[in-house]
């Protein structure tokens, strides 16, 4: 029972360096997500994936890049990161459906601290 | 765009009820979730709602009016293990989620 899984936990970047997160999930879902948490500010999308080989962005995607590889897995991207960039990171996934709830499945969590 | 409202932080006492409500304006709607969050941990599922009326699950109950574009999460019977932080979450167009800043939820003995 996996649901979700994030890698890595902890990261500390130098600004200017870059870095890729990883998300999987064994779930089936088509639709994957990238969120970013900040104090006080709730969880902010910065892109969204609805199916392989699709991607949008949403509402903070400055500074990123992602990739949709599979269905499975979804990373993100920073290329050149910036003090801004330090956040919690979360990757979710969702089955959507027409009708019923549409649940999103959160992973733990990607702590990134860039100085 | 999107914005979302709820209360920055709300306390109660154990076995007390409360409610933490929401408003909020989309360009796109399809439901309400709403998500809890213990520090350090991940958001998780508690309810949705895409009608009108009221949702019960267990404790937890939740409630959308969609022509007030206002929604709540009523807790029951608190419990210590209830403090956390609850978000709001609208599913818009194209099944994106937007999340309110959360509601944290202090619950005293």
């Known amino acids: 029972n996996a649901g979700v899984t994030q890698t890595p936990k902890f990261q500390v970047l130098k600004t200017g360096q870059s870095m890729t997160l990883q998300c999987a999930q064994d779930?089936?879902?088509?639709?994957m997500y990238w969120y970013r948490q900040d104090p006080g500010m709730g969880l902010r999308l910065i892109y969204y994936s609805a199916s392989e080989g699709t991607t949008d962005k949403g509402e903070v995607p400055n500074g990123y890049n992602v990739s949709r590889l599979n269905k499975r897995e979804f990373s993100l991207r920073l290329e050149s990161a910036a003090p801004s960039q330090t956040s919690v990171y979360f990757c979710?996934?969702?089955?959507?459906?027409?009708?019923?709830?549409?649940?999103?499945?959160f992973g733990a969590g990607s702590r990134l601290t860039v100085l | 765009g999107q914005s979302l409202e709820q209360p920055s932080e709300v306390t109660a006492v154990e076995g007390a009820i409360v409610q933490i409500n929401c408003t909020y304006q989309?360009?796109?709607?399809?439901?309400l979730s709403w998500y809890q969050q213990h520090d350090g941990g991940a958001p998780t599922f508690l309810s949705y709602?895409?009608?009108?009326g009221l949702e019960e699950t267990g404790r937890f109950s939740s409630f959308l009016s969609r022509s007030d574009s206002y929604g709540y999460l009523l807790l029951q019977e608190l419990q210590m293990k209830d403090s956390a932080s609850y978000f709001c979450?609208?599913?818009?167009?194209?099944?994106?989620?937007?999340f309110g800043s959360g509601t944290k939820l202090n619950v005293k003995p």
């Open positions: 979710a996934s969702s089955e959507a459906r027409e009708a019923g709830a549409n649940v999103l499945t």
């Open positions: 989309t360009s796109g709607f399809y439901g």
């Open positions: 779930m089936n879902h088509n639709s």
């Open positions: 709602n895409a009608l009108d």
């Open positions: 979450a609208v599913r818009s167009n194209f099944n994106k989620f937007y």
